[in-house]
């Protein structure tokens, strides 16, 4: 099982980034996919949950209204769109299950918002 982030980057406030997930090593189609996080310091956090194929969606507070969660089954991917970003987003974002169906993680993707 691999997951492999990419996308991030430092943006100022106000900035747009778009992160992508690709997975392996699964039967993708078949698992709800989410979006973690975790900012230094913090524990991991749940950001957004997307059914397969993709009818349900989920959002934490702290994003709903400036992130949209979407998947491409026929690739095998899990995209974030970020809008209106904050300071407090930046953290390196994973992609998962949902619920954690496999012990590996990724290497996650750095997102850092700053002037």
């Known amino acids: 099982v691999q997951f492999v982030e990419s996308g991030g980057g430092l943006v100022q406030p106000g900035g747009s980034l778009r992160l992508a997930c690709t997975a392996s090593g699964f039967t993708f189609s078949a698992y709800a996919m989410s979006w973690y996080r975790q900012a230094p310091g913090k524990e991991r956090e749940l950001v957004t949950t997307v059914s397969s194929p993709g009818g349900i969606i989920n959002y934490a507070d702290s994003v709903k209204g400036r992130f949209t969660i979407s998947r491409d089954n026929t690739k095998n991917t899990v995209y974030l769109q970020m809008d209106s970003l904050k300071p407090e987003d930046t953290a390196v974002y994973y992609c998962?299950?949902?619920?954690?169906?496999?012990?590996?993680w990724g290497q996650g993707t750095q997102v850092t918002v700053s002037s």
């Open positions: 998962h299950t949902w619920p954690r169906a496999f012990g590996s």
